[in-house]
């Protein structure tokens, strides 16, 4: 009888310690499992050429949130949906302005989010207005050697 016992505190012990390395490893790798303290809002680009799932979302240098997923709208195949997660302690103005950027000469993608003057502010799966797409490096160049600038 004093076997079992024994047996069966290990095991809970066991359990226990599995239980908060997962939470750990969790926390540490940021990852969500269901939610998270975040909020959507979709930014609508002409192009987003470059910028990836994952992808840095910033306000004045600072992080604020992750792209979601990127996708095409469904109805005229031009433009392209960013859908943002914003941490919920951000609140930002609907009249942000939302720029893809790039971080150095060959850096990766993220977005620029400019806080407008407006008090009203975007609610949970709310749309970014106004929106300015990344620079196509290579077809500044195309046109500046074929002489269209």
């Known amino acids: 009888m004093n076997m079992a016992k024994l047996e069966m505190m290990v095991g809970t012990f066991m359990l ?5 390395l997962g939470y750990v490893s969790i926390k540490l790798g940021k990852m969500e499992i269901i939610g998270g303290d975040s ?11 470059g910028l990836k799932p994952g992808a840095r979302v910033e306000i004045a240098g600072v992080e604020v949130g992750k792209v979601d997923r990127i996708a095409l709208d469904n109805k005229t195949f031009d433009r392209a949906y960013a859908y943002l997660k914003i941490n ?7 009249d942000v302005i939302a720029s893809v950027r790039t971080s150095g000469i060959i850096g990766d993608k993220f977005i620029k989010l400019r ?16 929106t300015e797409s990344s620079i ?12 269209k600038v």
């Open 16 to 20: 226990i310690g599995i239980l908060c």
């Open 39 to 49: 909020y959507t809002v979709t930014a609508i680009f002409d192009s987003v050429s």
């Open 88 to 94: 919920s302690g951000v609140k930002i103005t609907d």
């Open 115 to 130: 806080q407008g003057g407006s008090d009203q502010m975007l609610k949970n799966n709310d749309k970014i207005r106004e």
């Open 136 to 147: 196509d490096i290579e077809e500044l160049v195309s046109k500046f050697i074929h002489g």
